[in-house]
T-cell receptor, first 115, second 116 residues
Framework: DVKVTQSSRYLVKRTGEKVFLECVQDMDHENMFWYRQDPGLGLRLIYFSYDVKMKEKGDIPEGYSVSREKKERFSLILESASTNQTSMYLC??????????????FGPGTRLLVL | AQKITQTQPGMFVQEKEAVTLDCTYDTSDPSYGLFWYKQPSSGEMIFLIYQGSYDQQNATEGRYSLNFQKARKSANLVISASQLGDSAMYFCAMRDGSGGYQKVTFGTGTKLQVIP
């Protein structure tokens, strides 16, 4: 089974802090994704990566950056956390971009509260 | 324009009955894929079922089936014989050619509650 793990299930940070969310997958997947999930808005793509050191902006990249130094690890960085970044953050991975049927596998999510 | 629309924020169903969760989509690409995911209260998104735009038959996976009506651009999820463990959020999603093959667009979700 594909395993996607996220470093924290719950996180509380203060406004202005730098926040790192880590995601690791163990199935040698090419693609990795960061989403945020808010009630009534569904999942929105922040960033994704299709290879080591490669990244592309999603729909809501403002206020976030990412890092992918190794294939299995994809980090989401909040340079200066703000209260409007309080949300559920979901990491996902998929094998490749070879077709429409490629399934994304998700981690358990990190609930971030910024005070 | 919203690409995936789920008009039911919440639904109730009696245990052992069937339930249909609605999903409509919008794309100008002839090639696309449609997904349904389940999210229990634990938070993890679980893949349920996939339907390709060229698939002739409706997809089925156990108690889940996808009622695909291409002309109407709808991809409703049907859960037969509901169980208490089916209580969760359900998300419809689509991948088409816009934005590259990697991107998937999600709907806003439907919260299903199964009543004993």
């Amino acid at each position: 089974d594909v395993k996607v793990t996220q470093s924290s299930r719950y996180l509380v940070k203060r406004t202005g802090e730098k926040v790192f969310l880590e995601c690791v997958q163990d199935m040698d997947h090419e693609n990795m994704f960061w989403y945020r999930q808010d009630p009534g808005l569904g999942l929105r793509l922040i960033y994704f990566s299709y290879d080591v050191k490669m990244k592309e902006k999603g729909d809501i990249p403002e206020g976030y950056s990412v890092s992918r130094e190794k294939k299995e690890r994809f980090s989401l960085i909040l340079e200066s956390a703000s209260t409007n970044q309080t949300s559920m953050y979901l990491c996902a991975s998929s094998l490749s971009s070879s077709g429409f049927q490629e399934t994304q596998y998700f981690g358990p999510g990190t609930r971030l509260l910024v005070l | 324009a919203q690409k995936i629309t789920q008009t039911q924020p919440g639904m109730f169903v009696q245990e052992k009955e069937a339930v249909t969760l609605d999903c409509t989509y919008d794309t100008s690409d002839p090639s696309y894929g449609l997904f349904w995911y389940k999210q229990p209260s634990s938070g993890e998104m679980i893949f349920l079922i996939y339907q390709g735009s060229y698939d002739q038959q409706n997809a089925t996976e156990g108690r889940y089936s996808l009622n695909f009506q291409k002309a109407r651009k709808s991809a409703n999820l049907v859960i037969s014989a509901s169980q208490l463990g089916d209580s969760a959020m359900y998300f419809c999603a689509m991948r088409d050619g816009s934005g590259g093959y990697q991107k998937v667009t999600f709907g806003t979700g439907t919260k299903l509650q199964v009543i004993p």
